[in-house]
């Protein structure tokens, strides 16, 4: 159990270390997003009351367009280098690989979506909330989770980058909407905890598609 930790761990700080190294990268994804959310935001000026309500969807759909130029290079330098194989050859457990893989890829969604919260505020004229944290922590899971197996799945395909996005998106579409209701509620200072059904569907769906990524890992990424 220690060993897989460790392995996880290990992974998990390559990874990172490398993002900083190739901070034009990470500051890349950050623009992306802010161009992107503040495209939406002036594209469909509207009513302010209503800009408000529609402000959660804008902010998920920011943040998963954003998230799959991270999502994508996750393999990308191993396959490239051919150091996957090796990676594989030095009995490293896929589980753990994968682990460590999308524990990095959860590491950057979170600080993207840090980044673009207050933002989401100061453009929308939203009173943002603490309770935020819990949804930004469960929605950014559930797109690592996925999004790290069809990266993995994707790599090595002619286009892969091209299918990636039209892979992810219809199977994170119950994750976003949950997402966006839950940030909704929340936005609205709901009441009757009318919020909890879509936090119910949020563990759900994390905990089932990370449960499905361990067991499938080997048939994900032992190529």
């Given at each position: 159990m220690i060993q897989f930790i460790r392995q996880i761990a290990a992974i998990l700080k390559k990874d990172l270390r490398t993002e900083l190294r190739e901070a034009d990268h990470i500051l890349s994804v950050v623009l992306f997003g802010f161009v992107l959310f503040v495209l939406f935001s002036f594209a469909l000026s509207i009513e302010p009351e209503l800009m408000r309500k529609m402000a959660p969807g804008l902010f998920w759909l920011a943040v998963f367009f954003?998230?799959?130029?991270?999502?994508?290079?996750?393999?990308?330098?191993?396959?490239?280098?051919?150091?996957?194989?090796?990676?594989?050859?030095?009995?490293?457990?896929?589980?753990?690989?994968?682990?460590?893989?999308?524990?990095?890829?959860?590491?950057?969604?979170?600080?993207?979506?840090i980044i673009l919260l207050p933002l989401m505020g100061i453009l929308f004229d939203l009173s943002l909330s603490w309770s935020l944290l819990g949804v930004i922590l469960l929605g950014s899971l559930g797109i690592s989770t996925l999004g790290t197996c069809y990266a993995g799945l994707t790599v090595s395909l002619k286009g892969g980058q091209a299918l990636l996005p039209i892979l992810l998106f219809p199977m994170l579409i119950p994750l976003l909407l949950a997402a966006t209701e839950t940030t909704r509620f929340i936005l609205a200072h709901d009441l009757f905890d009318q919020q909890m059904v879509w936090i119910k569907l949020l563990i759900l769906f994390d905990t089932i598609f990370l449960l499905g990524a361990l067991l499938n890992a080997e048939n994900f990424f032992d190529r």
């Amino acid at each position: 159990m220690i060993q897989f930790i460790r392995q996880i761990a290990a992974i998990l700080k390559k990874d990172l270390r490398t993002e900083l190294r190739e901070a034009d990268h990470i500051l890349s994804v950050v623009l992306f997003g802010f161009v992107l959310f503040v495209l939406f935001s002036f594209a469909l000026s509207i009513e302010p009351e209503l800009m408000r309500k529609m402000a959660p969807g804008l902010f998920w759909l920011a943040v998963f367009f954003s998230s799959v130029l991270t999502l994508e290079r996750s393999f990308q330098r191993e396959v490239e280098d051919g150091q996957w194989e090796g990676l594989l050859l030095a009995g490293g457990d896929v589980r753990a690989l994968y682990l460590g893989k999308m524990l990095s890829n959860l590491a950057l969604v979170l600080a993207l979506q840090i980044i673009l919260l207050p933002l989401m505020g100061i453009l929308f004229d939203l009173s943002l909330s603490w309770s935020l944290l819990g949804v930004i922590l469960l929605g950014s899971l559930g797109i690592s989770t996925l999004g790290t197996c069809y990266a993995g799945l994707t790599v090595s395909l002619k286009g892969g980058q091209a299918l990636l996005p039209i892979l992810l998106f219809p199977m994170l579409i119950p994750l976003l909407l949950a997402a966006t209701e839950t940030t909704r509620f929340i936005l609205a200072h709901d009441l009757f905890d009318q919020q909890m059904v879509w936090i119910k569907l949020l563990i759900l769906f994390d905990t089932i598609f990370l449960l499905g990524a361990l067991l499938n890992a080997e048939n994900f990424f032992d190529r």
